[in-house]
Nanobody
Framework: QLQLVESGGGLVQPGGSLRLSCAASGFTLDYYVISWFRQAPGKEREGVSCFSSTSGSTNYADFVKGRFTMSRDNAKNTDYLRMNSLKPEDTAVYYC?????????????????WGQGTQVTVSS
């Protein structure tokens, strides 16, 4: 029953905003890396952002820097991705993923748990 449950996706106009949530249930981790990935049709899954609880630092891909922000509520075991100034090219299925690790990585094999994905569509 170890799960990451995502929510918050939807249809938004260019320039709009969404906040995605990733809630963990069935387990807790004393340290972790949590990342957001996205996958558009016909494209490889790509890293969006990553937070390491060990370093306390967050990394963002260049294509979202200044627009997307990660945050979390440890008491709720929930991570958030606030997406502002959305562009049509942001359209994708967004996944959260968690690893019991110290350092951020875009290596998909590192991640132990994956959310089910939530669709984000940016269109006028």
């Amino acid at each position: 029953q170890l799960q990451l449950v995502e929510s918050g996706g939807g249809l938004v106009q260019p320039g709009g905003s969404l906040r995605l949530s990733c809630a963990a249930s069935g387990f807790t981790l004393d340290y972790y890396v949590i990342s957001w990935f996205r996958q558009a049709p016909g494209k490889e899954r790509e890293g969006v952002s990553c937070f390491s609880s060990t370093s306390g630092s967050t990394n963002y891909a260049d294509f979202v820097k200044g627009r997307f922000t990660m945050s979390r509520d440890n008491a709720k075991n929930t991570d958030y991705l606030r997406m502002n100034s959305l562009k049509p090219e942001d359209t994708a299925v967004y996944y959260c993923a968690v690893a019991r690790a110290r350092r951020c990585s875009i290596n998909l094999s590192m991640y132990d748990y994956w959310g089910q994905g939530t669709q984000v569509t940016v269109s006028s």
